[in-house]
């Protein structure tokens, strides 16, 4: 099994920018459609960010316009450049696999350890 490991996380002040990184031990980003997943304490985990197989991106409205997700496929690296950090963007960011499944989409794989990101001045 495909195993995920994301990086990149830290503190920034509101208004700056990170990168994530989410590097898999196979090929499966340009197999498979993708997302970016973040889960702040005492809420569900949500989906922020998809890229098709065929690399179309959507974004979830409360990142749209400050998130970018890409992929590197000969690095086997998925990313996460987000701009004009916000504090409500604070959480623990995952990356997966996702299937669509009637207009939702849904996690395929197994969950890495995440990454924490704080926005806070």
């Known amino acids: 099994q495909v195993q995920l490991v994301e990086s990149g996380g830290g503190s920034v002040q509101p208004g700056g920018s990170l990168r994530l990184s989410c590097a898999a031990s196979?090929?499966?980003?340009?197999?498979?459609?993708v997302g970016w997943y973040r889960q702040a304490p005492g809420k569900q985990r949500e989906l922020v960010a998809v890229m098709t197989s065929g690399g179309t991106p959507d974004y979830a409205d409360s990142v749209k316009g400050r998130f970018t997700i890409s992929r590197d496929n000969a690095k086997n690296t998925l990313y996460l450049q987000m701009n004009s950090l916000k504090p409500e963007d604070t959480a623990v960011y995952y990356c997966?696999?996702?299937?669509?499944?009637?207009?939702?989409?849904?996690?395929?794989?197994?969950w890495g350890q995440g990454t924490q990101v704080t926005v806070s001045s």
């Open positions: 196979g090929n499966i980003f340009s197999r498979n459609a």
């Open positions: 997966n696999a996702v299937i669509s499944f009637g207009s939702r989409w849904l996690a395929a794989g197994s």
